[in-house]
Every structure is written in C-alpha cells, then in structure tokens.
C-alpha cells in the first residue's frame, strides 16, 4: 500500500511538473508571440560596443576611452581587474559561470517576492540588465522580465563574457547625466576610468543601485557604507587579498569635480578620425569593423602629458584655464603623444615668431641669401607702410643668428623681402601651408592661419635633415585578410642638409642665449623657437616649438591670456617639465654637422664696424655652407719693430719706433717693472744698475705689439754694454691683425649695407 502510495504522488507529481512546463511553455510563445514582445537587435548595441581594436606603438592595447555618438567608451582591457570586478562582486557574482539566467537568484528571489506579497526583486544578472538598458523600458512586469531573460540568453550566445561586460560598464547609469564607467569617473574622480584605485571602484560599483543616495558628494556617509560593502564582498570572492582590502577601506572618499582637461580630444579620438579618413568609413563602420589599428602611441609618454596637462593652472584674464594644445611625435612625423584642451584647441591659429624659421630663415639659408654671420641693420623700416615694431626697441647692426635669438622682427621682415614672397610661398606651399601672403608672413601670420598639426611637422621637417613627412597617428592597420594599411614615410626633401644645419644651430643658440633660454642647461641639445601673438592689451597665444634628435613637440596656449604669458614663459616651462620626464633615463644625441658645413671664425671689428664678412682668427665662430663662404679675410702681418739704444757713461738714450699707434715704454730693475713717460718718442735718463726696457704698441686701443727687451749697463758695470734680449718680451706678441686687399662681392651685403 506504502508503494502504491508513493508511486501516485510521484506520478502526480510529474504530472504537475509537466503541466506547469507546459503552461510556461504556452505562456513564453504568447509572450514571444505578443505585440509588445521586443527581439533581440544587434544594432542597439552599436552605441556601447566596439571591436575595432587600438594598439600603442610597442603592440599594447591602447588604454584611452573612445567617442562613441557623443559618448566616452572605454575597453574592457584598459580597466584594472579590480575595477571590473568590483561590479561583478556586487552585480552579478557568477556572472562567468551562468549562461545569461542566474537560476539559483530566480528561485531566491521568488520566494523573497511570494513571502512580501510583492515584485521587489528581479535577480537580473549583468546580461539582463544590459538588454534592459538598451532593448527594454523599465516597467516591472512578467511578461517584460520573460522578455529580458530571453534576449539574455541570445545575448550570451552571440557575445563573449568580457564583451558583454565591456558594454553594460560603458552603459550603466551613475547619475549627473553620466552614462558608463568612463564618464563617470571623470566626474566624481576627475580621472580616467584606467586609473581608478580599488576605493574609488568599489564607489563606483555602490552608486549604480541608487546613485543619488550614495553620491560621495551627495551622501558621504552612505556612500561609504556602501563602499565598504563592495570591498567587504570583493574580499570575499578573493578579487582582493586583505592586504589590499585593509588599505582600500581605509581610505578617504575625496570628491574631485570634473574640470574638463585630459582626455576630451584623446589620442584615440584623432586615431578614429585619422582611420575613417584613410578608410572613407564612418565612425560607427570603424567601431563595428573588427580591424587592428597600430599606431605611434608611448603610453608612458602619453601619461606624462596627460599628467602635466591635467596639472597646468595657466588661465584667461577671466580666470578660467587657456586653451592648451600639446603634441609629441618622433622626427618622422609619427606621434608618440598629444593633448588637447579647450573648443578650439587645434583650430587654425596664428603661430607668430615660432614661424619665423620655416617661413623666412631656413628659405633664405637654403637660397643662400643669408649665412648666420650676415649682418642686418635693426632699426624704424617703413615697408611701403607696413612699419614692423619690436618689443623690445632697435638694436642697430645684429647679425642673423643674433636675430633668431632674440626674434627681432624688423630683420625678419628684411630677410622676407630680401628673400621674395613668391619664393617663401613656394617652400610654405611643400609644407603644407597654402594662401597668398605679405610682409607680415615674417611675423608668423600666415593667411588663415595654421594648426598644431601643421607646425610640429615643419619643425619635425627641421628635425629630419630637412625632409617632410606629414604627421600621422597610425602606422598600421589589418583587417581579416591581412594588412589593408600602412603608412608610407615620403622623406621629401624641402632643404638642403648644409641649409637645414645652419637653421638648426641658430635654434639651439636661441636656446642657449634667446627667447627659449628656459630650455637651456640639459645635458643634450634642444632647437627651440618661442612665439608670441597679441597686442597691448593682451595675447592671444602663447607657444614654443623645438625638437631634439629623438622628438619633435609643440606646446600652445591660446585664449585671451594677460601679457605675461608669453612663449618664453608658459609654454617652455611646460614644454621643459615634459622633456626632463621623457629623458629621464635616456638622453637623446647631439645634432651631427654635415660634411657640407664648416665653422669658420668672423673678424668681430670688420663685422661690427663695417659690416664686412670676414675671416679672421679675432672674433665669432659662425657655420656656412659651401658655396657660401665669405671670400675675404683679415691676415695676421708680422711686425718687426725693435727699440734703439744708446749709453754715454750713465746716460742712457731709448727712441720709440716711429709708426701708427701708441707707444707706452717700460723699464724694469731687479723685479720692478716701471711704466715711464717719452716725450716725443724719446727717453733720457741716468742709470747706476743694469735695467732692461720694452714697449707696447696700441692701436684703436687694442694691445697688437710688444717689442724684444733691451738691457742697458751703467758704464761701471760693462762700458757700453747695450743688448737686446728677445726672451724678455714679457706678452710673446710679435704680431698683430691688419686688414690686406681681399676679394668682396658686393652683392652678397646689397641689402644689408646703407
């Protein structure tokens, strides 16, 4: 009887198993079937998922959000474990074991939902709770909850775990309007998600679930409440050791409003762009595209800008933070880092003096019209009434190197028009900047100005032995099939190296000795030129561009900025915070001069007071390149002048050589030497010990000659004893510099002489 018994309610049991299979059967196809069943659509996952994959220039993933329809995503693979872990631990805590459906959370939140006679809880695993966020509306309902646990298992079936993961963190809502991980902290951490500590995750994981109620800023309390909670169960799950959960739950909760720096126009951003250029796609077409992108990124050179970009304070005149582009790339063109702050940050600006090299000197180097050493008169020039200015008033006869250094305008616009605006149009035209220009093109205004992209490759040109290459953030890029991209390096040679060199030089000394000189004192040689544009009442922008022999980089402040900030000071104390980091450890070489170059030593008075270009062993070291090597010279002549003497018993007679010139006579006795006066070129005076005597001949108060000593002995000692003694001569100068006929060209100073 006990069998029969258990055999019926077994079988009935079965019975109402089957049946209420049966009856879920029935009701799940008339959900599926009904009019307000929602299916399972790819394409509303576009705006939070992207395959296409971003690589660094040593094959890493590339750490940095991307734009996705206007909203910051981020890869799952630039997040520390920790940070999504944090949401797995709270969310859903066998989200890599269970298919979609956690069913061990249904039947607990069942009963939960049947014991308090209501529909509290859903037990929606991170799989529901994306296609609840991008397929369903939040009605509580049964039909809806069907709904989503059936597009979660079509969502499980079609994504991999980390990529489901990747699109609910890019998707979930933390309050203030901030959609996914990556906004959000931004603004509550004013940092990258990729940067998040364990405390400040485990923050993040705690809001989702009321982000209002546990706002740092909002409830401290609560939040760290909560916040303790996720790291209690992080510790749990062995997410964390407790070495790492001790510190995390120590730690303050510091709110950090969003400022708006970093990472708003990323690296990747211009990656994108630079792709779907190159690609003619779209966005989205990229995102979905499943291409590897590789590019030039150095993370590390990357965080270091980033860091010192989120760190600058330089403000407007009302005292919000100026515009700040940055951009770091290798001397091809390939860019290594960047970053942008600001609406306008890489518009089209005017450069100003940071121009001047490109536009006017390296061109009329290369034409040969100028050498280092030409001289130029710096002075009030009217220009058929354009009447250029320097801001630090005239400096009369400087040399072109000395005018580089110092960026004196009116030489500059000298050297434009000595040079010819067709022809600083023609090399402006290979660099990639077009237009018709005037006299002020000396000055840095280009007609419509140029963008950072444009200067770091003419100073990248500078860099790399005078050949151009465009800038370019990607090097690579594959596709199922292989290689469909890849970045071809023109060289195009827009100056001579001799040419190239001698620009060079003249930047490294504005470095030195210049507008740049806050550059100065490294252990490696930098070519820098500053630029400056503005008025009276204040600048607009602020900027220097240089390069070593590694990198090429350009730092500009733009915005309406007080007149102290100018390219000498802002952007060079930035740009030398950014260079000590990148060689910290690493120097980069020295410029090497080409075989085409010599150093040749200018006469300093023929350039000073002439303005003649001449050698000569008495003045400044210049290069030139050949072909344009002064032809004059100033030769060292030999004097042979020697002292008459005479004795007549204690009377001893001196005569002074006659020649152009002062004498100053000398005698000297034992150890005493005696300036004494000739008058008339003529000495006579008594003696009763042996004495030697010597002159020195000045002309244009210089020291040029002294001759040989003289020993004279008083009659008692050596009758008539008079020698000369050429071992005496006290300065071993025999001879001195004296300008012979040489060959001049004229032409080669038309312009610069009055």
Known sequence: ?????????????????????????????SVVRGESYVKFDKTKLNEVYTSVTVLDNDGQPLNQPLYINGYKQIPLSALPRYTYMAFVAVEDKRFYSHHGIDFKRVAGALAHNIKSGSYKEGASTISQQLIKNTHLDN???????????????????????????????????????????ETAANVYFNKSAADLTVSESAVLAGMIKAPNTYAPDKNPDKCKSRRDRVLDLMREQNIIDYETYTQAVNAEISY???????????????????????????????????????????????????????????????????????????????????????????????????????????????????????????????????????????????TIKYAVAKSLNVPAVKTLNALGLGTAQKYLEKLGIDGEQNLSLALGNAEGGIDIFTLAKCYATLANDGKSNDVAFIKNIYGDNGLIYSRNKTDARVFRSGANYLMTDMLINTVNNGT?????????????????????????????????TRNTFVVWYSGDLDNRITGATA??????????????????????????????????DSLQKNQLVLRGDNGEKYWFEQGNIPKGSVRQIKYNYALQANIDGNVVSIELPATDGTWQLYKKTGDIKTKIEAPDGILRETIDTPTQYFAQLYQSGKLVYTTPAVQVCPVNDSADDVRHDTDENPTGKHDAPHTEDFFFDLTDFWYWRK
């Open 139 to 181: 009605n509580k309902n049964i039909k809806r909850k069907i709904n989503e646990m059936l597009l979660a298992r079509q969502l499980e079936k079609n994504y991999s775990k980390n990529e489901i993961l990747e699109m609910y963190l890019n998707t979930i809502y933390f309050g203030r309007n901030a959609y996914g991980i």
């Open 516 to 548: 740049a000189k806050a550059l100065a004192n490294k252990n490696y040689q930098i070519a820098a030129k500053t630029g400056t544009v503005g008025a009276p009442a204040g600048n607009t922008d602020a900027l220097v561009a240089g390069y070593t």
């Open 571 to 604: 952007p060079c104390a930035f740009a030398d915070k950014l260079l000590k980091k990148m060689y910290s450890d690493d120097l980069p070489a020295d410029f090497t001069a080409p075989q085409t170059v010599q150093k040749i030593n200018i006469d300093t």
């Open 1 to 29: 009887m006990k069998k029969k018994v258990l055999k019926i309610t077994g079988i009935t049991i079965a019975v109402l198993a089957i049946c209420t299979v049966l009856c879920a059967v029935v009701f799940v196809g």
């Open 256 to 398: 950090k409003p969003y400022t708006g720096v970093g990472t708003d126009k990323s690296y990747v951003y211009h990656v994108v762009n630079e792709a779907c250029r190159l690609l003619n796609m779209t966005p989205m077409q990229l995102y979905k595209s499943d291409f590897v992108i590789e590019t030039y990124c150095n993370q590390q050179t990357q965080q270091y800008l980033t860091e010192l970009t989120n760190g600058d304070a330089t403000v407007t005149k009302q005292n919000g933070l100026a515009q700040l582009s940055c951009l770091v790339c290798n001397n091809t063109g390939g860019v290594e880092a960047c970053s942008f702050r600001g609406e306008n940050a890489f518009a089209k600006r005017q450069a100003g003096s940071a121009l001047k090299p490109i536009a006017v000197y390296a061109p009329a180097l290369n034409e040969q019209i100028i050498t280092q050493a030409s001289p130029v008169l710096d002075e009030q020039t009217d220009f058929n009434g354009y009447k250029p200015t320097n801001a630090g008033g005239y400096n009369g006869w400087v």
